[in-house]
């Protein structure tokens, strides 16, 4: 049912989701760098950073910036998108006053995210850990942290009460962790089986995992948290139950939030 009810908010507000898409534009750029390279959907950062040159890294670092501002903006549409389909809000309101104010609290976010991750594996490397003991601490600490996007649009609350909020989340609702923990695992298992067999008939195999990426799984997925988050709300639970359970029929279609603002 789960899965039912998101692919349904995925449909839904798909105009939205296809925002992502404007992200393909980084992909080309962030490949000229020697320590960058595509696979499985997403683009991955080698850990021998101090191999490359300062000026680089420099460069890496303002395209990175760059690319998570946007990212954070599109996360932000997708989140009150969904929130807007499961509960009445006052859509000019938020896309003027409200939009810009998620962007930069996610951005910020995925800031001090990037730079935790960035600090953790310098220090396990400089204490002679191995790739896959890295690997999994990564892992484990952005799984952790899934459901801040989702406090920040939904709550409204800044950067601190939303990591509270997250870990709160988690704690009283551990089978949302697991269900994305398996969804995503399953996407990204899939995303590499489709790569690899496409590998046979192009060289862009790892750009066509990306587009699919960002058409579906990453939209899908943060569609997916977000009504799982919304669903700890008794009354829209009560009234989502209530509307799944009349007749089908020709619903109307949420607005579109793909033209709102720029950040």
Not at 134 to 154: C, H, T
Not at 255 to 263: G, I, M, V
Request: hydrophobic letters at 55%; aromatic letters at 16%.
């Amino acid at each position: 049912m789960l899965l039912q009810n998101s692919f349904a908010q995925y449909a839904a507000n798909f105009k939205t989701a296809l925002v992502f898409v404007l992200l393909l534009v980084f992909v080309p750029v962030f490949t000229l760098f020697q320590n960058i390279y595509a696979s499985s959907g997403t683009l991955f950062l080698d850990y021998g950073l101090f191999l490359v040159p300062w000026e680089s890294l420099g460069l890496e670092a303002l395209l990175i910036a760059l690319f998570l501002l946007f990212y954070s903006f599109f996360v932000s549409i997708t989140v009150f998108s969904v929130r807007k389909s499961l509960s009445k809000l006052k859509l000019q309101f938020y896309l003027h006053e409200m939009i810009q104010k998620f962007t930069l609290r996610i951005f910020a976010f995925y800031i001090l995210y990037c730079l935790l991750l960035f600090a953790l594996v310098v220090g396990m490397l400089a204490l002679g850990f191995g790739i896959p003991a890295i690997s999994a601490v990564v892992f484990l600490v952005s799984f952790l942290l899934l459901f801040v996007p989702q406090a920040v649009v939904v709550d409204e609350e800044g950067l601190k009460h939303a990591l509270s909020s997250n870990f709160e989340f988690l704690a009283h609702y551990p089978k949302a962790f697991v269900t994305v923990l398996v969804v995503g695992g399953v996407l990204v298992a899939l995303l590499q089986i489709l790569e690899f067999e496409l590998s046979f008939l192009t060289m862009f195999s790892p750009y066509i995992s990306i587009l699919i990426s960002l058409v579906f799984v990453v939209p899908f997925l943060e569609t997916m948290k977000t009504y799982q988050y919304m669903m700890r709300f008794d009354l829209i639970k009560h009234h989502e139950a209530a509307r799944r359970k009349k007749p089908l029929g020709k619903r109307p279609e949420p607005d579109s939030l793909a033209n709102a603002p720029k950040p």
